[in-house]
Structure formats: C-alpha cells, structure tokens
C-alpha cells in the first residue's frame, strides 16, 4: 500500500478518492455537474488541475498545489456570523476534505441516505519527475477505457479529455497543460497512440 502523503505546497500530485461499502459516488449527470461546481469552489482557491476523470464509484485528478504565498486568505461567506480574529490562508488538505463533505451531505439528501461516502484519507502521490506528466495525463484520461466504459478515451464525457481537444478550458482545467503537448493535435495523438501505460504503474492508485 502507498503511503499517504502531506499535501505540501508548490508540487504536482496525483489525488484519487472512491465510494466506501460499495456506494455509488455519481448517479446521475447532475451529480457529475454538481461535483464540478464544488470543486471549482473549494479547489481553484488552492490549486490549478491539469487533468481529471469522474468515474461512477472514483475519480483520479492531477493537481498543482500552488505556493503557499499565492494561496488567497479565507473570506466570511454571505451570511456567516463567525468573527476572523486573524485571518488564515486556504489550506489545501482540508479544502478536498470540505469538498468531500460539502458533496457527500448533498447527496445525502437528494437520495435519503446517511453516513459517509467518500474514502478518508483520500490517496495522493507527490509528481516529483517531469516524465511522468504526459503519462499521467494519458492514464487519468484512460481510466474509463480500462474500466470498459467506453472504448475510445473520446467517447467519454466526464474527464478533461474533452475540454481540452475542444479547446474549452474552463475554469478547472488549466491550459498549460497544452506545454507538456505542445499543441492540441500533438495532444490527441499522443492519446491515440499511447497503449502502454508501464512508466506509470507507480502512480496508480486504486491497489
């Protein structure tokens, strides 16, 4: 098993979270959407994802843990009463565990069910090596083929993989993941090309 590491600041890692006791994590496309939206909220404050895939039961995403001094100080939201005696910068562990909770009690209630739903901790790896991006890139965006979702890597709607070779970066993929490609078409043959996955293996989290 992997050990579970910190999520320290100014470093790539490869986030993986699932379902406990079998759950269903997306069961409908508005789940998906709603998903989107909270992580949107809770992670852009803190980071910059460069490549993410949202299966029914788990998702993998590649994210940029930005430098502790570019991390935006904590804002009272509408209607918080709360007093900020001294106010506190994000911090990037607890905002996935916020997003997790925040996604988790409104599924809850939209299903009538109770309890958790998300693994705790959720596994990260640290990206140290520059090699790997491309790779990385490919496997969370294969994800859905090796499941037997979907054949082709393009036929699958809930990962970057379509935003990107549409050109519709949006707010939670970030566009110099293109660097690592150097141009859109370089990008898709790279996906369509690419069949082993053996430089990675380290990297996949779901053992």
Not at 55 to 70: G, Q, R, S, T
Not at 110 to 127: M, Q, V
Not at 170 to 199: A, P, Q, R
Request: proline letters at 3%; aromatic letters at 18%.
């Amino acid at each position: 098993m992997n050990t579970i590491q910190s999520l320290e600041f100014d470093a790539f890692f490869h986030i993986y979270n699932r379902d406990i006791n079998g759950e269903t994590l997306f069961k409908e496309d508005s789940n998906y959407e709603y998903f989107l939206r909270l992580y949107n909220e809770y992670i852009n404050p803190i980071g910059d994802t460069y490549a993410w895939c949202l299966l029914k039961n788990h998702f993998h995403m590649l994210v940029y843990i930005k430098p502790e001094a570019d991390i935006e100080f904590m804002k009272p939201k509408e209607n918080d009463k709360r007093v900020f005696k001294q106010m506190k910068k994000y911090n990037p562990t607890r905002q996935f565990a916020n997003l997790f909770d925040a996604y988790a009690k409104a599924f809850n209630k939209k299903y009538k069910r109770t309890g958790g739903l998300f693994e705790t901790p959720f596994r990260r790896i640290n990206i140290g090596n520059d090699n790997y991006f491309r790779e990385l890139v490919f496997y969370i965006h294969n994800n859905p083929v090796k499941h037997g979702f979907v054949n082709e890597i393009s036929d699958y709607p809930w990962s970057s993989y379509s935003y990107i070779t549409s050109d519709k970066l949006n707010g939670i993929v970030c566009k110099e993941v293109l660097n690592w490609f150097n141009s859109v078409s370089e990008f898709i043959e790279f996906h369509n090309l690419k069949t082993e996955i053996k430089n990675i293996q380290e990297f996949d989290l779901e053992d």
